[in-house]
């Protein structure tokens, strides 16, 4: 769903970019609101292409804002709505609190496109969105994960930014198997908004510190996963010692990993 959603962007972008040299008129004005390109390998990537397909050699002039920050990126979005740009195009750190800029965009003329994430607001207030289906995806996580006919789950969540689309519909799943009895969630954090693998590895090393018997790792963002195996080297305890095994599942990530100590 994820690489769809990206070749669809990709698509849109090329599309936007003969626009701009079909017109071959004054240069059109975009204004991006997008994710630090720290956050992953594919924000970093997404960054550079949104600069590269948006130049002025192809017909436009566009500023970018990349930041993790919500508040930020509303004031930047109303920024650009006041210089007058014909596109905004966002991708929301967070779902929600974005109404009141989505309807001066429309009030302004402004043609409005979300990516990669979702923003939680009326469908009139943005001409397309181009995301991943994030509650899809903790569904097929957490289904996979019961699939496995562990004898229990104890689990460690890693949260990505809390209020993000991303976070949202990754936790929905798990949260809701946890309800159901199927899941123990034995400690619950967040690799903080720029998705770092140090918070990941605090909330992993608390765990440990205070005795949680866990044997599954839920890390919302491949860079989460980074630094609990380090943790647990670090720190060998009964739940997870050099005789033990557990799963870490991480998002963003070809595989699966089998840790064992």
Same mark, same amino acid.
């Given at each position: 769903m994820a690489f769809k959603a990206k070749t669809v962007l990709t698509v849109l972008l090329l599309a936007l970019?003969?626009?701009?040299f079909a017109?071959?008129?004054?240069?059109?004005?975009v204004g991006i609101v997008n994710l630090p390109p720290e956050e992953s390998g594919y924000r970093q990537a997404n960054v550079e292409d949104m600069n590269t397909v948006f130049s002025k050699a192809n017909g436009y002039d566009a500023k970018q804002t990349n930041t993790g920050d919500n508040s930020e990126q509303i004031a930047a979005a109303q920024g650009y709505i006041r210089d007058g740009v014909k596109y905004l195009l966002i991708s929301a750190a967070n779902a929600s609190g974005w109404d009141n800029v989505l309807k001066s965009a429309k009030t302004a003329g402004v043609t409005v496109?979300?990516? #990669?994430?979702l923003i939680q607001t009326d469908t009139s207030n943005f001409r397309a969105a181009l995301v991943?289906?994030?509650?899809? &995806?903790?569904?097929? =996580?957490?289904n996979w994960l019961l699939g496995q006919k562990l004898p229990?789950?104890?689990?460690?969540?890693?949260?990505?930014?809390?209020?993000s689309a991303a976070e949202l519909g990754r936790s929905g799943a798990l949260l809701k198997a946890r309800d159901a009895a199927k899941v123990k969630i034995v400690a619950d954090g967040?690799?903080?908004?720029?998705?770092?693998?140090?918070? =990941?590895?605090?909330?992993?090393?608390?765990a440990i510190t205070a005795g949680k #018997?866990?044997?599954?790792?839920?890390? &919302?963002?491949?860079?989460?996963?980074?630094?609990?195996?380090y943790s647990v080297n670090k720190n060998p305890h009964p739940a997870t010692g050099y005789s033990s095994f557990f799963d870490v599942m991480r998002y963003d990530s070809p595989e699966r990993e089998n840790i064992f100590e």
């Open positions: 970019a003969m626009v701009g017109t071959g008129q004054s240069l059109i004005k496109f979300l990516f #990669d994430r991943s289906d994030m509650a899809a &995806e903790g569904s097929t =996580a957490v229990n789950y104890n689990v460690i969540l890693i949260r990505g930014q809390m209020g967040t690799g903080g908004d720029s998705w770092s693998p140090e918070e =990941a590895r605090r909330v992993v090393e608390a #018997d866990f044997n599954v790792i839920y890390a &919302e963002m491949e860079m989460a996963s980074s630094f609990p195996h």
